[in-house]
């Protein structure tokens, strides 16, 4: 059996909650790229849905992660909704911000690849460990429309795809897949609007 065909198999075989969880994360990814607060309602079911699916698959720092979004979710609805218009604006890092965090970051994940390795049966604990760091510190630059989380969820999305394979999660693989593409298309429709806000 081919890869595309095996894949194509798992997309059909795919639970409907882990549909509902796809298309509200995609739709979440789409209106976040356009700054419509409304992404924040599919950041939350999406999330909420991922919870459940991460922990059945064993992917137990995943589900935290993914209970993280869900509060995030409200934090960002409420952190857009409230910004008065000078806090509207996409803001830029200094790159030191950058090196603390994916310093921080390495080091957590690395920590916490180890706890789970060792003492619990969780699948691919040093990936998971590194998406979910990572993804901590990428969400909370959406939330403060930090343009550079973008190119953090580049990186995320593609070792995501990976991780969600490993488990036979094939149609969330794919939905990785997209998202590296959407995280493409956000950094670069938000780099215009950053090059407007500076003009």
Not at 78 to 96: A, G, P, R, T
Request: with cysteine; proline share 1%; net charge positive.
């Amino acid at each position: 059996m081919s890869f595309i065909t095996g894949v194509w198999e798992g997309i059909m075989a795919t639970s409907l909650i882990e549909w509902l969880a796809v298309v509200s994360s995609i739709t979440y990814v789409i209106l976040a790229a356009k700054r419509l607060i409304v992404c924040w309602l599919f950041a939350f079911i999406g999330s909420a849905l991922f919870v459940y699916l991460c922990y059945i698959g064993e992917l137990y720092i995943e589900s935290f992660l993914q209970l993280f979004y869900v509060a995030m979710a409200v934090l960002g609805w409420f952190s857009w909704k409230n910004s008065k218009s000078d806090n509207l604006n996409i803001k830029v890092w200094k790159m030191n911000y950058h090196l603390i965090n994916i310093l921080v970051s390495g080091v957590v994940a690395v920590i916490l690849g180890y706890i789970f390795d060792t003492y619990t049966n969780q699948a691919n604990p040093y990936v998971d460990a590194f998406t979910t760091c990572y993804s901590l510190s990428a969400t909370f630059m959406v939330t403060r429309k930090i343009l550079g989380n973008w190119i953090y969820w580049i990186v995320i999305d593609l070792v995501s795809i990976y991780l969600y394979a490993q488990r036979d999660y094939n149609l969330t693989a794919v939905q990785y897949g997209l998202f590296t593409i959407l995280a493409v298309f956000g950094f670069m429709a938000w780099r215009k609007e950053y090059k407007i806000q500076m003009a």
